[in-house]
């Protein structure tokens, strides 16, 4: 297995604006390396420079201990599967799998055992024999998926592999495709725009927003330190509340545009002064107000509610802001409801209001079941 | 396709009525070689009896079989070399990224509005100076790059999802192993359709061969057909019929073959 590291690249495609810009990240060997972000963001031309299919016109890209910025595809020593997984039209499941190694020269007993092997290993026995256009969209993914694992490269590119299946489908292959990467150990560069993928396939999630790099980290790290307002909205669903607000340390408060002063634990304000800040808040902590006084409670209208039968997310209005919140179980509450919520001040985020770099993170949630036989 | 009863019968009336139109004359022709001289003056539609001595005069006064040979010789020589000179053009044009590719494009499908007459007196004094006249280059090498096979072949290969071309090139695949491996495979309909083309006109050509034969050696069957017309003062129209029918049969072959092979073709869709 190999490893890829990506030294200052950068790529523009009329020699003026940079699409990318200036991409400094190691993906480790046989690590699921997830690369997310919006539509347009340039996930595809970051995956498809580190495939050799795009020029790389600034930077160095290094595959194992080569420098790849000039090798062509084919040297490259890796495997790719397409969004619309590019199957061989005229050809049947089993050459189109076996199509690579024809090519790579592998004598015809071990292409044919090779070929058995994978088709196995993704329940495509019973179609070696079938036209792509007699297969359903899941099969067709399983081709693909196939021929990228039957050519036992070390590194695996995907390109939004399981955007043209339906979610039933793509949650199964979400879990096939991580099993076969840690069985297989290969190395792997994922791109989706989907944060639900990313959070639950990644070993590592890299968001990228306009060409640049938000944050690199693994999901949890992420989803509880994000690293600016982008990455707190992106990542999770609902996204993180977000509110324009005043610090005040003398008071060890912030201040809602609503004129809501929300005070914070202890040593929240290390390190920043008084004046205009990001404040961020996830749905889940914003909590139903059960006579407890441990945290504040404010009275909020409700604007709109979905109860999804074992939770009910709900927005109501903070100040100015539409906020969204979450709470287990079915709620009975209507829009034009005026209700308590309680709001767990400790997994408060505090972002600058200009550079939107985080400056207190919210508090550790992590949760772990007691040792069995342990005293409770 | 559901249709109402009456509006069926007048499509197929309509239908039968072109098709008789279009048939008769070749019905017609049939009917003729299978008749004697007078019979044929008299205007009667069925010949008496069905005799092949017609046929047998043909053969006997034409190497017909030689010419059958020279045609088919070359009207397949044409059309390999359309086949490949068109395909490996278009490829350029659709895979091949270099400037002006466009400007090149158009320039190549421009020559398509030159009528060929006007280019044949040229190409006659090149052939002629290459001294390949009474030669089979000198009868199908003009006719290899055919800008409306470049044009039909780009279009099909352009629908070729580019993907395609990468997951190749990514499992190491050489341009000239891609075009063979993957895009002519793959553009199979289109090529059937460009080779019967080929085929069927260069089958049907008269003006080139006229002029770049000057003996029996390469000649090809419609220069023999107007050879019998001229032959005698009273033209035995009889012979002549039968040798038509014998001419026109490699095209119907060739054309419910290929159309069958284009039916299946067609069917067999493109592959999201
Ligand atoms: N071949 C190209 N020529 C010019 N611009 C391109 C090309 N491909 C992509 N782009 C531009 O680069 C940016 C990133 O595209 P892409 O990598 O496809 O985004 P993503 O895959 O994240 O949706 C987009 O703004 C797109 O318009
Ligand atoms: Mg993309």
Redesign the interface.
Known sequence: MKKVELIGISKSYDRQKDVISNIDVRIEPGEFFVLVGPSGCGKSTMLRMIAGLEEITGGTLKIGEQTANRLPPSRRDLSMVFQNYALYPHLSVEDNITFGLDVKKVPKAERKKRAQDTAEMLGLTDYMKRKPRELSGGQRQRVALARAIVSEAPICLMDEPLSNLDAKLRGHMRSEIRRIQRQLGITMIYVTHDQVEAMTMGDRIMILHEGKIQQIGSPIEIYNHPANPFVATFIGSPPMNLAQAEADPGTSSVILPGGEPIRLPEGAFEGIGKGPVTVGIRPEFLMPAQGTSEHPVFRAEVTNVEVLGHETVFSFLAGTEEWTAKWNGQWQIQPGDRIPIALDEESICLFDAKSGTLMKKPAARQLSVPAEGAAT | MTMSVPKKITFYTMLTVSAVILFFPIVYAFMISFMTGPEILQGKFFPESFHLDNYIRVFDRLPLLNYLLNSFIVSAGVMLGQLVVCSLAAYAFVFIPFRGSNFVFFLFISTMMIPWEATMIPNFFIIQNLNWLNTYQGLTLPFFALAFGTFLLRQHFKTI?K??H??S?????GPF?FFLK?VL??S?TSLVTLGAYGFLTTWNMYLWPLLVTTNNSVRTVQIGLKQLQSQEVATDWGVVMAGVIVVIIPTLLLLFLGQKQLQKGLT?????
């Not at chain 2, 090139?169 to 695949?173: E, R």
């Not at chain 2, 067999?268 to 999201?272: E, F, P």
Request: hydrophobic share 45%; net charge positive.
């Open positions: 999802p993907e395609l990468e997951a090139q990514v499992a190491g695949l192993r993957v495979p793959v199979k067999q869709g493109a592959l999201k």
